[in-house]
């Protein structure tokens, strides 16, 4: 079965954190034996494991074939996707977000809406910080 999803991110790495952010997610996907990440799916759509916001694409399943927006302004990122995934898809995109908090400047944040509920995280003082609706 599945479940309609809706989730915003925004966040900002630290400086020169980037690369260790990415690191940290791909050790923690390739590690994950529960969760199916399709990587070679993403890989024939030219969305590889090496950079940070291919790895975010991935957790937030943006298919080539579904609408999928990443913006950019003043070092602040934007990632935005509505997307059909299994029960529980959630935990993958909090567990995507706990991994990158210790990179991520204070105020990023991310808003999940799976059918019902909602979930927001946030990083405040270097920790995240989840409320759940």
């Not at 790895?55 to 003043?74: D, N, V």
Request: glycine share 6%; net charge negative.
């Amino acid at each position: 079965m599945e479940q309609c999803y809706s989730v915003n991110l925004k966040i900002k790495v630290k400086n020169n954190s980037e690369e260790k952010a990415a690191d940290a997610l791909r050790a923690h996907m390739l590690q994950d034996d529960k969760i199916i990440y399709n990587f070679e799916e993403f890989a024939d759509f030219g969305v590889g494991t090496e950079k940070l916001d291919d790895l975010i694409q991935i957790c937030l399943a943006g298919w080539k074939s579904i609408p999928y927006c990443m913006e950019e302004e003043s070092g602040w990122k934007g990632y935005y996707n509505d997307f059909d995934a299994s029960y529980g898809w959630d935990d993958v995109m909090k567990e995507m977000f706990e991994t990158l908090t210790p990179f991520l400047e204070d105020h990023s944040k991310i808003y999940i809406y799976p059918d019902d509920y909602s979930i927001h995280g946030h990083v405040e003082n270097g920790k995240c910080n989840w409320i759940h609706n």
